[in-house]
T-cell receptor, first 115, second 110 residues
């Protein structure tokens, strides 16, 4: 059974640029959630995708957007990068039944640095 | 709104010492509760979970009991090892999203 994978591992961008992060969910899972973890903090919920539709969103601006594909993999896109976007971005997959999600399993994360 | 509060770290213990990391929560309804562990440079690993009051989650010698009356989910281990050094996060599930505490760093010395 393959776990949650994310790419790339590390990324360096400059302010104002755009970035796309990718996540492959664990086999058998249909839901992907994205979290932002600033240094020394707990992860903060960005949004969740269930069967290719957004299924909840945290307190993040619209320049944070996402997609989920038919194979349940997902992308997180961030436009107009700001210095405060520097963080570890974590993807978690889970199995949801009727939009009610079970335990979430995390990938290793993508470390984004914005200069 | 829903929230999780953990005891502040860092916590430094000697090998074979007892560990307790306090976690309390505020939530509407009856959320599932989790402990995740994060080793340096890695993502989060599920350590244990409990889905209803009085449930006890356990894994790798760690335990936590879902206490509705005190809204707590304290993490305990009877004898820690150097390999347990990591950051521990308490979390609750609310409407499909996880709400995390700020994390407690544990350092175990030989």
């Amino acid at each position: 059974e393959t776990g949650v994978t994310q790419s790339p591992t590390h990324l360096i961008k400059t302010r104002g640029q755009q970035v796309t992060l990718r996540c492959s969910s664990q086999s058998g899972h249909n839901t992907v959630s994205w979290y932002q973890q600033a240094l020394g903090q707990g992860p903060q919920f960005i949004f969740q995708y269930y069967r290719e539709e957004e299924n909840g969103r945290g307190n993040f601006p619209p320049r944070f957007s996402g997609l989920q594909f038919p194979n349940y993999s997902s992308e997180l896109n961030v436009n107009a990068l700001e210095l405060d976007d520097s963080a570890l971005y974590l993807c978690a997959s889970s199995l949801a039944v009727g939009r009610v999600t079970d335990t979430q399993y995390f990938g290793p994360g993508t470390r984004l640095t914005v200069l | 709104g829903d929230s999780v509060t953990q005891m502040e770290g860092p916590v430094t213990l000697s090998e074979e010492a007892c560990l307790t990391i306090n976690c309390t929560y505020t939530a509407t309804g009856y959320p599932s509760l989790f402990w995740y562990v994060q080793y340096p440079g890695e993502g989060l690993q599920l350590l244990l979970k409990a889905t209803k009051a009085d449930d006890k989650g356990s894994n790798k010698g760690f335990e936590a009991t879902y206490r509705k009356e005190t809204t707590s989910f304290h993490l305990e281990k009877g004898s820690v090892q150097v390999s347990d050094s990591a950051v521990y996060f308490c979390a609750l599930s609310a409407g499909g999203k996880l709400i995390f505490g700020q994390g407690t760093e544990l350092s175990v010395k030989p």
